[in-house]
C-alpha cells in the first residue's frame, strides 16, 4: 500500500514539473 501511494507521487510530481515547465514557457511565450 505505502509503495503503491509514494509510485502514486512520484507520477504525481513528475506530470506537475512538466505541467510547470510547459506553463513557464507559455508565460515566457505571450511576454515576450
Known amino acids: 500500500m505505502a509503495k503503491e501511494t509514494s509510485g ?3 507520477e504525481y510530481l513528475s ?4 505541467f510547470n515547465k510547459t ?3 507559455v508565460i515566457g511565450k505571450i511576454t515576450f
Not at 506530470?15 to 512538466?18: A, I, P
Open 23 to 25: 506553463r513557464i514557457v
Open 8 to 10: 502514486m507521487i512520484l
Open 15 to 18: 506530470f506537475y514539473r512538466k
